[in-house]
């Protein structure tokens, strides 16, 4: 069974720090690494991480996959209040049709 | 451009009634679907998956059932709900690389 365990589950910090959300996985066919970051509805794209892009960069927010250790991260540099979400981490398992794996997500919080 | 569309945005429905979400997809064709719950304070659960019309796989035993009557067209069913049955129900698409949700369905089983 593919699984995605995420740390910590949840986070509050001040604002101007900076934030590391981690992400391991287990699965039987990994394809690609995603980060959502979800607000009130529904998640919304961060980054994709596969085996020939294992770092990200967008702004603040950066990412990196460790194929070795089968674990990514997810990084927020000067953090805003608007960044206050919950992160979520999913793997991409393709064993003929795509399908997402999600971890619990870690909640983030944002204080001024 | 392609879009998802998925509806109702919130529902309150008595325990032992029926259910039916919809979610519909535009702009491309032959995408595979996906029905995602999410319960308060969890992550997201995948529930159904389609690869086309008629074709559901489901990935956890529950009191839902799934199915995929057009290319573009995904609908969740229940025939009983359950208080178990109350979260976020969130239906998805791809067509290779990358996902798109739909805004959601909030359940509240009561």
Known sequence: EDKVVQSPLSLVVHEGDTVTLNCSYEVTNFRSLLWYKQEKKAPTFLFMLTSSGIEKKSGRLSSILDKKELSSILNITATQTGDSAIYLCAVDSSFGNEKLTFGTGTRLTIIP | ?110
Do not use: M
């Open chain 2, 1 to 110: 451009s392609q879009t998802i569309h998925q509806w109702p945005a919130t529902l309150v429905q008595p325990v032992g009634s029926p259910l039916s979400l919809e979610c519909t997809v535009e702009g491309t064709s032959n995408p595979n679907l996906y029905w995602y719950r999410q319960a308060a304070g969890r992550g997201l659960q995948l529930l159904f998956y389609s690869v086309g019309i008629g074709q559901i796989s489901s990935e956890v035993p529950q009191n839902l059932s799934a199915s995929r009557p057009q290319d573009r067209q995904f609908i969740l069913s229940s025939k009983k709900l359950l208080l178990s049955d109350s979260g976020f129900y969130l239906c998805a698409w791809t067509i290779g690389y990358g996902y798109t949700f739909g805004s959601g369905t909030r359940l509240t089983v009561v």
